[in-house]
């Protein structure tokens, strides 16, 4: 079996505009979700360095389209997050062009990894984004971060909960991942996911 384990990878690019982005060379992976939710941290557990990527306890901490290159392979994006109720009007609209452009026109995107909190009820601007990437017609897996935070019956009522609150409206939930960064889980299955991804990659 290929190990997983063994990592390189290398930060590439900050920038605004999609394309100021690396050459859509190599199949790519964004990370997504509501600000705070844990995307860079998730970032740093699976390419095994803390410091990769910038995290904050505080939200808001990434605010630009981040490149990161993992054996010279593939991309691994650390995108800002949403729904972080102290933002002023324009600072969300600059997000929403930023973000949406990226996700309609990056040719190279393999898939959209959005990540929901664990802890809590469905939350509607998370819903909301998820239409959006339908509307759109962009593909996209769900990845619930800090399962380490609730007990194994909240977690599993949680993710319960949210599955059935999308087939509302889905007429099926996607393929999703229960992380934890404090404790490495989910790990192994999203690189597993990715390398999978990546064989059907053309230019
Ligand atoms: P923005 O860039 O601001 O949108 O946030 P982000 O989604 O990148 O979140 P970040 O990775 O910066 O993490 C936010 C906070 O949550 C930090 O204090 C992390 O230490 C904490 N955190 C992230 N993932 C986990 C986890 O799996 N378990 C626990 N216990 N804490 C986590
Ligand atoms: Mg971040």
Wanted: net charge positive; charged share 30%.
């Amino acid at each position: 079996m290929k190990n997983t384990k063994l990592i390189e990878a290398k930060f590439v690019t900050s920038a605004a505009d999609y394309r100021k982005c690396p050459p859509p060379e190599k199949p790519e992976y964004a990370f997504i979700g509501r600000s705070n939710v844990g995307k860079s941290s998730l970032i740093n557990m699976l390419v095994g360095n803390k410091n990769l990527a910038k995290t904050s306890q505080t939200p808001g901490k990434t605010q630009l389209i981040n490149h990161f290159e993992v054996n010279k392979k593939w991309y691994i994006v650390d995108l800002p997050g949403y729904g972080f109720a102290k933002a002023p009007k324009g600072e969300r609209d600059k997000w929403g062009e930023m973000i949406g452009n990226y996700l309609v026109n990056r040719e190279n995107l393999m898939c959209v990894f959005v990540l929901i909190d664990i802890r809590h009820e469905p939350q509607r601007v998370d819903l909301e984004f998820l239409d959006f990437l339908g509307e759109k017609d962009v593909p996209f897996y769900l990845i619930f971060t800090k399962a380490d935070k609730v007990g194994s019956v909240t977690a599993e009522q949680n993710v319960e909960s949210f599955k059935k609150t999308m087939l509302l409206s889905w007429t099926k939930v996607p393929q999703y991942f229960i992380t934890s960064s404090e404790r490495r889980t989910g790990r192994e299955e999203l690189l597993k996911a990715i390398e999978e991804l990546n064989l059907s990659f053309t230019k």
